[in-house]
């Protein structure tokens, strides 16, 4: 059963407009949410995350957002940029705990 | 960037044969994590580390075994290599659990 869900395997977005990439989740536990950004035969990078006491965190072009009651995650990206093409992560983990679940990934293409 | 180093970064091993995989870490973290990447599945767990000496189980650790005998490095072995461990391996440290993992660059393994 796939606790952290992204629904779309791929999203194209013109050069300068906003991206929004979703996630989903199922464990009513999971209390701190994080996004990474991966780049071909590179590790995934840390972009943001967010605590379950808050429902929005900006850093410069990255905001993401938390519905706690739709169990809901969102982050993105505004303006979009070419060098934003990536595959996107999400993950998710329960209050103390050692473990990350992950989403199986949404890769973004930011068109010129 | 974190320091976080793995070795080999490329390896073509046949079926069969034993494989270590090394995680050298600069950061002085405790935590330290194994994970494989694989099409359609995200990142998964394999195993982790909390401390010297101490690690435990992930989500697939069938056919896996770990080491931890410095703070620095995390051993990864696999002690009869099957063709369904063909992955891209992931190290990861985190400063405590509940905080954001810094990754590796990644160790490509093919078994034949």
């Known amino acids: 059963d796939q606790q952290v869900k992204q629904n779309s395997p791929s999203l194209s977005v013109q050069e300068g407009r906003i991206s929004i990439l979703n996630c989903d989740y199922t464990n009513s536990m999971f209390d701190y949410f994080l996004w990474y950004k991966k780049y071909p035969a590179e590790g995934p990078t840390f972009l943001i995350s967010?605590?379950?006491?808050?429902d929005k965190n900006e850093d410069g072009r990255f905001t993401v957002f938390l519905n706690k009651s739709a169990k809901h995650l969102s982050l993105h990206i505004v303006p979009s940029q070419p060098g934003d093409s990536a595959v996107y992560f999400c993950?998710?983990?329960?209050?103390?705990?050692?473990?990350?679940?992950f989403g199986k990934g949404t890769k973004l293409s930011v068109i010129p | 960037d974190a320091g976080i180093t793995q070795s080999p970064r490329h390896k073509v091993t046949e079926t069969g044969t034993p494989v270590t995989l090394r995680c050298h870490q600069t950061e002085n973290h405790r935590y330290m994590y194994w994970y494989r990447q694989d099409p359609g599945h995200g990142l998964r767990l394999i195993h982790y580390?909390?401390?010297?000496?101490?690690?435990d189980k992930g989500e697939v650790s069938d056919g896996y075994s770990v080491s931890r005998s410095k703070t620095e490095d995390f051993l990864l072995t696999l002690e009869s290599a099957t063709s369904s461990q063909t992955s891209v391996y992931f190290c990861a440290i985190s400063e405590q659990t509940g905080n954001e993992q810094f990754f590796g660059p990644g160790t490509r393994l093919t078994v034949l």
């Open positions: 993950a998710a983990s329960e209050a103390g705990s050692y473990q990350l679940t």
């Open positions: 967010i605590s379950s006491i808050k």
């Open positions: 580390s909390y401390g010297v000496k101490d690690t």
